[in-house]
């Protein structure tokens, strides 16, 4: 017979939400690794028993622990074709990012600017923007997806907008579609100075507005093809944003968004 941890994963791969459930109210972990480095929740979402997923969330098991092999209990359940599974963790996931984004705007609200990604220094290499923690703001490996976001939005020509420049992999993509004009909206001072330093503020159809997309709503005018793609913020200001886009997209025009959502 196992460690209390060992006993509820057992019973999270055999499905028994009974035995799962009188073994967190007696107080076992839900946050236990197993020698194999999987937690309860991983065991129960790559068996798809989706009552002991649900029972082990309740508990406050951390839906976004990652095995040694760096998978989530919500990459198990999709791997082992789980779909319901899957759909609860994604969930538990977006309302967890949601609270954690109340928290954050309240408390930066509140005056506390600490981690305050626009005033910390950035550092650029040729292939990665880094914030001042070394998070990862752009990379290049999502090129591909810029190109693929550009040729949307610029697929009606004329007027195009973008919020946030980062590595200028986007807008590098949408000059290539020859936009009657091209706007960048972008809050960080030293991505702002490079984007000059680097020619940006020379180019005939672009217009460089510096400051934080909410700041500067009233320099916008409506566009054909919009992209949205900021750091440090959250859903709630994604959200913000959405509201504001009847006014600045014009009838017909293309939206479209990155922002890390569902990323666990
Ligand atoms: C992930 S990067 C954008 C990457 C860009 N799509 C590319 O292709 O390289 C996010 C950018 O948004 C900027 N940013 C963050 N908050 C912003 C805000 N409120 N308004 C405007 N820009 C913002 C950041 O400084 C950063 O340059």
């Known amino acids: 017979m196992g460690t ?13 939400v009974a035995r799962v459930k009188t073994m967190v109210e007696s107080g076992a972990d839900v946050s236990f690794f197993d020698i194999d480095g999987l937690t309860p929740l991983m065991h129960a979402s790559k068996f798809g028993h989706t009552h002991v997923v649900k029972a082990l969330l309740e508990a406050g098991a951390p839906w976004n622990a ?16 789980h779909q319901e599974a899957f759909e609860v963790l994604l969930n538990a996931g977006i309302q967890a990012e949601l609270i954690l984004g109340t928290i954050a705007r309240k408390s930066k609200k509140d005056g506390d600017s600490e981690g305050d ?12 923007l880094m914030d001042s923690d070394s998070k990862a703001v752009m990379m290049a490996w999502e090129k591909p997806l810029m190109e693929a976001h550009a040729k949307a939005v610029c697929s009606g020509g ?26 960048i909206v972008e809050a960080h001072p030293e991505v702002y100075e490079r984007m000059l330093r680097t020619g940006w503020g020379k180019k005939d ?4 507005i510096f400051g934080r997309w909410q700041d500067v709503l009233s320099q916008l005018e409506s566009y054909d093809g919009i992209f949205f793609d900021t750091y440090g913020e959250y859903y709630e200001d994604l959200r913000d944003f959405h509201q504001h886009l009847p ?3 014009k009838p017909g025009g293309i939206y479209s968004f990155f922002n890390g959502l569902c990323g666990a």
């Open 66 to 81: 990652l095995s040694s092999s760096n998978q989530s209990a919500g990459d198990f359940a999709m791997d082992s074709g």
């Open 247 to 249: 006014k600045l997209l």
């Open 205 to 208: 159809n672009v217009k460089i």
């Open 117 to 128: 990604y626009l005033e910390d220094r950035v550092t650029f290499s040729e292939d990665k």
């Open 158 to 183: 004329g007027n195009i907008l973008n919020v946030g420049f980062g590595m200028g992999l986007v807008d590098t993509a949408i000059q290539q579609y020859g936009p009657a004009t091209h706007t």
């Open 4 to 16: 209390e941890g060992e006993q509820l994963c057992e019973a999270a791969r055999n499905g028994d």
